[in-house]
């Protein structure tokens, strides 16, 4: 099934964890001058990395899934979820930036991801900002 949800571009800010560095890497380059350069590098890939979240979860495929595993490190959740797309089984991982986290482990989820590549897969339910 398609997807009808709106993502605010702030909570993949400060969510997914990818983001979140290149955000503070951006902020840093902005705030020592001397690092400028490297913010030419930064904030494409910042940019590019919250487009992508942003495209997969409002224009994705939806289907359910199981939090396979959750664990926290260092201030951040590193989940594996698994689901299945015909015959084809996918397990997908992301790093989350959360002090909880409203999952748990064997947890039924909704996984939104990319039909093109389904690799490309995210929890809505830590992005989306309300369902139409």
């Known amino acids: 099934m398609t997807t009808s949800l709106k993502v605010k571009i702030g909570k993949i800010l400060i969510k997914d964890y990818l983001s979140f560095l290149l955000l503070l890497f951006s902020v840093a380059s902005l ?3 001397v690092s400028i350069p490297l ?19 409002e224009k994705g495929e939806t289907v359910q899934g199981i939090l396979a595993s959750k664990r926290y490190t260092r201030g ?7 689901f299945k797309i ?6 997908v991982r992301n790093v989350v930036v959360a002090f909880k986290l409203p999952l748990g482990e064997k947890d039924a989820v909704l996984v939104t991801y990319d039909p093109q590549k389904p690799q490309r897969a995210f929890l809505a339910a830590l992005y989306a900002a309300e369902t139409s």
Do not use: A, D
């Not at 951040?76 to 698994?82: D, F, N, P």
């Open 31 to 33: 705030v020592f001058i």
């Open 39 to 57: 913010l030419v590098i930064l904030l494409p890939l910042l940019i590019w990395r919250v487009s992508s979240i942003k495209k997969t979860i």
């Open 76 to 82: 951040e959740w590193i989940l594996w979820y698994v």
């Open 86 to 91: 015909g015959e084809q089984v996918y397990k």
